[in-house]
């Protein structure tokens, strides 16, 4: 049964390209003003389920219902949404006012309305100055604002964003996703962004989809998605991830070559070849060596990132694998690291995770 704030409802959704199923049975809820991402590596069908919703692929099987009506076979122009390109798809011969405004005039609105609109978004998208310029006199991230602006401007129901962030640098995108964020939320535009960065869908949606292989492997909140992941795929892929060959040992333990560690075990039984999985900001540095889950470890190698540093550890007990660890940098300058310094590393059975091989 659809929740009364249902606005899109994705069901049974198939498309293949001759022999090739690009996307299998999809099946989605979107929520009227939920920001949600189709997060997943190159290939795994996230801009093939965008385009199907917007129309412009077919659908092999399933359908597209959107606020309770079914477009399905509706072409693109019948369907409500506006959609932003990661090439921006900028006209070069408009201005920045007549790219925006091209929809108010297809829609034949009146001049003053159109005037008042586009300032409306330029002020929204801080490019008012920018009026009168051309895309080739602009940056790449301020493009994107206009593509952002135009796609805006009919104030279509749904907002399409196809990896609007990935031709611009780090700086820009960190700026624009907040931007982008920010605004979704001001307006209550349902959206749908496709990403392969992580970091991207976490900082942005509500929800996330994992896609791998054209199917959606796990859904949930950023914080789900990372806590709970619910395979060593997506464990690996949100994120980094330590992961240890391990053997269930009993009913609260594992044993990682020669080293006991408790954990909850979860479904496995005695015997059952696991991966043991830590998260590197999950495991902690101990003085003494009475606790459970205590590793001795040498650090081999350390880099620095800014606000923490990722340290490898040698942990020849537990695994042939070096050992990731990451210390927030203020930690890092009071604990003194130092290559082959051997350290006593914690983590808590709660911050353990069991997978299959």
Known sequence: MLNNNTYLEVKDLSKSFGSFEAIKNIDINIQEGEFVCFLGPSGCGKTTLLRCIAGLETQSTGSVIQKNINISNEPPSNRDFGIVFQ???????????????????????????????????????????????????????EQQRVALARALATSPGLLLLD????????????????????LQRKLGVTTIMVTHDQEEAQTMADRIFVMKDGEIIQSGTPSDIYTKANSPFIAS???????????????????????????????????????????????????????????????????????????????????????????????????????????NLYFSKEDARIYST
């Open 237 to 343: 892929f949100i994120g980094s991830m330590n992961f240890i060959p391990a053997v269930i040992d009993s009913s609260n333990k594992v044993k990682c070559n020669k080293i006991e560690i408790t954990c909850d075990i979860g479904k496995f039984k005695a015997n059952d070849s696991v991966q043991l999985a830590i998260r590197p900001e999950d495991i902690q540095f101990k003085q003494n060596n009475q606790d459970d889950n205590m590793i001795p470890g040498t650090i081999k190698e350390i880099e620095f990132l800014g606000s923490f540093q990722r340290v490898y550890f040698e942990t020849i007990n537990i695994t042939d694998e070096l050992i990731i660890v990451d210390v927030p940098s203020a930690t890092a300058r009071k604990i003194e690291l130092d290559i082959n310094k051997e350290m």
């Open 163 to 182: 990896e609007p962030l990935s031709a611009l640098d780090a700086k820009v995108r960190v700026f624009l996703r907040k931007q982008i964020r920010d």
């Open 87 to 141: 090439s921006y798809a900028l006209f070069p011969n408009l201005s920045v006012f007549s790219n925006i405004s091209y929809g108010l005039i297809n829609n034949k609105w009146k001049k003053a309305d159109i005037k008042k609109r586009v300032d409306e978004l330029l002020s929204l998208v801080n490019l008012t100055e920018h009026a009168t310029k051309y895309p080739s006199q602009l940056s790449g991230g």
